[in-house]
């Protein structure tokens, strides 16, 4: 029998910078599938692992870890948010956990400014109406907002939304406002104010959530929110579906309360076939691409890699969640 360690790797394509270093120094089981493991196959196949590499889909929880057994050393994951791992379960059996900071917070950042110039310039309706015949020299035809001269509202002035605002303050923004649980001082940069979220909703003119998830926030973006904002401001969500009440956010989407909306993010993902959301003129979803550039996923297969091998070595991890 091999002593080499074993790897469960829960994907079947995480990029060669993720697999082949795992490869040259251990015996490697990947689940051939495109769709998610399913938890059963999960379990199974992570009997007397010594390591997993996972995605953010994956459940690792007390039923997965006892399945593992003593020789699970390190989970590595491909992200990241780590809500789908139980960090508690894995302190009290001494595993290692590793995520992905910081290598993904420009592709992100990139793919927010997308969404927000599309959902800004109705380029959702400006695309559908290329493929019918339309009338285009009526003045008022598809007119948008631009984002030269107005207020910008960060929710979560982290490592992302620092690198939008950076990204952001080349457009002319008049002013950018900040909340979260701490003032920033790496804020003054972009002249950011720091200010209550309810304040933060009513000044706005476009609403973008970056902060991280917790119990205390989920639903944060109701109906209550969204009445706070202006008829004309724009929502842009890049965190994670849980922030949004999705049910307040089609309302106030339908009803005029706000302008239009922007996700890469949604609950569930993807979404059903006949959700709102997915037909909404001043609605534009993406599949949750934030991270999706070869850099930067390359960085994260990378990361992935180093944590696991890492943990393995009983060294540091690199990406180590504290």
């Known amino acids: 029998m091999s002593a080499r360690p074993r790897v469960l790797?829960?994907?079947?394509?995480?990029?060669?910078?993720?697999?082949?270093?795992?490869?040259a120094v251990c015996d490697v089981w990947i689940w051939p599938g495109d769709d998610p493991i399913p938890a059963e196959e999960f379990r199974k196949r992570?009997?007397?692992?010594?390591?997993?590499?996972?995605?953010?889909?994956?459940?690792?929880?007390?039923?997965?870890?006892?399945a593992a057994g003593p020789s699970l050393k390190v989970v590595g994951t491909m992200s990241v948010g780590l809500e789908h791992i139980?960090?508690?379960e894995c302190r009290r059996r001494d595993i290692k956990v590793g995520h992905c900071p910081n290598v993904l917070n420009d592709a992100v950042a990139e793919l927010t400014i997308a969404l927000l110039l599309s959902a800004a310039r109705r380029l959702k309706e400006g695309y559908a109406c290329t493929s019918v015949e339309e009338t285009?020299?009526?003045?008022?035809?598809?007119?948008?907002?631009?984002?030269?001269?107005?207020?910008?509202?960060?929710?979560?002035?982290?490592?992302?939304?620092?690198?939008?605002?950076?990204?952001?303050?080349?457009?002319?923004?008049?002013?950018?406002?900040?909340?979260?649980?701490s003032q920033k001082s790496y804020a003054e940069e972009v002249n950011a104010e720091?200010?209550?979220?309810?304040?933060?909703?009513?000044?706005?003119?476009?609403?973008?959530?970056?902060?991280?998830?917790?119990?205390?926030?989920?639903?944060?973006?109701n109906k209550?929110?969204?009445?706070?904002?202006?008829?004309?401001?724009i929502f842009i969500n890049v965190?994670?579906?849980?922030?949004?009440n999705h049910e307040d956010l089609i309302e106030a989407l339908t009803t005029g309360e706000i302008y239009g909306a922007g996700l890469d993010v949604t609950v569930p993902e993807p979404l059903p076939p006949d959700s709102p959301l997915r037909y909404l003129k001043n609605?534009?979803?993406?599949?949750?691409?934030?991270?999706?550039?070869?850099?930067?996923?390359?960085?994260?297969?990378?990361?992935?890699?180093?944590?696991?091998?890492?943990?393995?070595?009983?060294?540091d991890l690199p990406g180590a969640v504290p």
């Open 9 to 23: 790797i829960s994907r079947s394509a995480p990029p060669s910078a993720g697999i082949d270093p795992i490869k």
């Open 46 to 66: 992570a009997a007397g692992v010594t390591a997993i590499f996972c995605q953010s889909s994956d459940r690792i929880n007390k039923d997965l870890l006892d």
């Open 86 to 88: 139980d960090l508690d």
């Open 136 to 181: 285009w020299e009526n003045a008022l035809f598809l007119c948008g907002h631009e984002v030269s001269g107005s207020t910008v509202g960060i929710v979560g002035l982290g490592r992302i939304g620092m690198a939008v605002a950076r990204r952001l303050n080349s457009f002319n923004v008049a002013k950018f406002l900040y909340t979260g649980n």
């Open 194 to 221: 720091f200010v209550s979220f309810d304040k933060l909703l009513e000044d706005s003119d476009f609403v973008i959530a970056c902060c991280s998830i917790n119990p205390n926030n989920e639903g944060l973006f």
């Open 224 to 233: 209550s929110a969204f009445k706070k904002m202006k008829k004309s401001a």
């Open 239 to 244: 965190s994670r579906g849980v922030l949004v």
């Open 283 to 315: 609605c534009l979803v993406t599949p949750h691409l934030g991270s999706a550039s070869l850099k930067a996923r390359n960085a994260m297969a990378s990361l992935t890699a180093r944590n696991i091998l890492a943990g393995i070595r009983g060294e």
